[in-house]
């Protein structure tokens, strides 16, 4: 059975910082890409960063200079260290695995919230 649990989401006033980690199990994690997506209430899903099998990482244009993305092949893991946060970060985020950033991912985690305040 697959899984991707996330955890690390929470509350955090503007400009301060937030780690989100997800692991995976169930499958050869460590085979395909990892990454985050996310969406803020009335809009759209967006991608957020991925790492591909061979730890290349991609930003989308919100994360870049400000959230760093890395895996843990040994542990299965893939983390999102958020810094700078604003409040149009505010949004659910979804751990994805396999086919991010190309077509839909094959694998999901349940998501985890992050609320940025003033």
């Known amino acids: 059975q697959v899984q991707l649990v996330e955890s690390g989401g929470g509350s955090v006033q503007a400009g301060g910082s937030l780690k989100l980690s997800c692991a995976a199990s169930?499958?050869?994690?460590?085979?395909?890409?990892m990454g985050w997506y996310r969406q803020a209430p009335g809009k759209e899903r967006e991608l957020v960063a991925f790492?591909?099998?061979?730890?290349?990482?991609e930003y989308r244009e919100p994360a870049k200079g400000r959230f760093t993305i890395s895996r843990d092949k040994s542990r299965y893991t893939v983390t999102l260290q958020m810094d700078r946060l604003r409040l149009e970060d505010t949004a659910n985020y979804y751990c994805?695995?396999?086919?991010?950033?190309?077509?839909?991912?094959?694998?999901w985690g349940q998501g985890t919230q992050v609320n940025v305040s003033s």
């Open positions: 994805a695995a396999c086919h991010v950033g190309q077509t839909e991912p094959l694998y």
């Open positions: 169930g499958y050869d994690a460590n085979s395909c890409e």
């Open positions: 790492v591909s099998a061979y730890d290349v990482a």
